[in-house]
C-alpha cells in the first residue's frame, strides 16, 4: 500500500495567513493526489484533484503542487471559514489511501 | 444538482447484520463509481472501497475485503454497504461518495453513524 504522511499534524494560523501544508507519498504517484476539506460533522469536500487542479466553486485562495511524491497543499489568504481539517488522498493504484490528516486551528 | 442521500443512523449489537444505503440522484448514476470511506470517532478517512453501478465491478481495500460488501441496484439509483455480523470496532461513521474522473470524491453524502454496542 501506499503510504501518505501529512505534515504538520496540527497547525496554528491567523485569519490573513498564508498557509502550507505537505503530503508526502511513499512512492511515486504522478499527480493523481486530491485535497479535501471536513469540518466537524460535516462530510468532507473535494477541494483540489489532479495536485492541482482546482475542483469547480472552490475559491481561488486554495492552491495545490507538486508532483511524484511531494505535494502541497497552500491557502494564500486564511479565511475565518478555513478553519478545518484537511486531508490528501493518493488515487494512484489501490488500495486509494489517504493521509492521517491537518487540522488547521485559530491562532 | 447531484445529491447522495444515504440511510439513518443505526445502533446494533455486536454480531448482528446490517445494510446500509446511498441512494444517488442527478447524474447517471451508472455512469460513476460509487465509493465509501469510514470515520471512526475522531479518526481520520479510510478508503473502504469502490462499485461502478454499471456493471457491478468492486474493488476493496484489502482492510475491508471479506469484512463487508459493497454492492448497488442500477434500477433504484442506490449503492449499499453491508455487514454479516458486526463487531464494536465497526462503530463508526460511513460516508459514500461519487467518483470525479479517476478516483477522486466529488460528490459526498452526508453519512451514516454506525453504532455497535451490546
Known amino acids: 500500500d501506499i503510504q501518505m504522511t501529512q505534515s504538520p499534524s496540527t497547525l496554528s494560523a491567523s485569519v490573513g495567513d498564508r498557509v502550507t501544508i505537505t503530503c508526502r507519498a511513499s512512492?511515486?504517484?504522478?499527480?493523481?493526489l486530491a485535497w479535501y476539506q471536513q469540518k466537524p460533522g460535516k462530510a468532507p469536500k473535494l477541494l483540489i484533484y489532479?495536485?492541482?487542479s482546482l475542483e469547480s466553486g472552490v475559491p481561488s485562495r486554495f492552491s495545490g503542487s507538486g508532483s511524484g511524491t511531494e505535494f502541497t497543499l497552500t491557502i494564500s489568504s486564511l479565511q475565518p471559514d478555513d478553519f478545518a481539517t484537511y486531508y490528501c488522498q493518493q488515487y494512484n493504484s489501490y488500495p486509494i489511501t489517504f493521509g492521517q490528516g491537518t487540522r488547521l486551528e485559530i491562532k | 444538482e447531484v445529491q447522495l442521500v444515504q440511510s439513518g443512523a443505526e445502533v446494533k449489537k455486536p454480531g448482528e447484520s446490517l445494510k446500509i444505503s446511498c441512494k444517488g440522484s442527478?447524474?447517471?448514476?451508472?455512469?460513476?463509481?460509487i465509493g465509501w470511506v469510514r470515520q471512526m470517532p475522531g479518526k481520520g478517512l479510510e478508503w473502504m472501497g469502490i462499485i461502478y453501478p454499471g456493471d457491478s465491478d468492486t474493488r476493496y481495500s484489502p482492510s475491508f475485503q471479506g469484512q463487508v460488501t459493497i454492492s448497488a441496484d442500477k434500477s433504484i439509483s442506490t449503492a449499499y454497504l453491508q455487514w454479516s455480523s458486526l463487531k464494536a470496532s465497526d462503530t463508526a461513521m460511513y460516508y459514500c461518495?461519487?467518483?470525479?474522473?479517476?478516483?477522486?470524491?466529488?460528490?459526498w453524502g452526508q453519512g451514516t453513524l454506525v453504532t455497535v454496542s451490546s
Open positions: 512512492q511515486s504517484i504522478s499527480s493523481w
Open positions: 489532479k495536485a492541482s
Open positions: 442527478g447524474y447517471s448514476f451508472t455512469s460513476y463509481w
Open positions: 461518495a461519487t467518483a470525479k474522473d479517476q478516483w477522486e470524491l466529488q460528490y
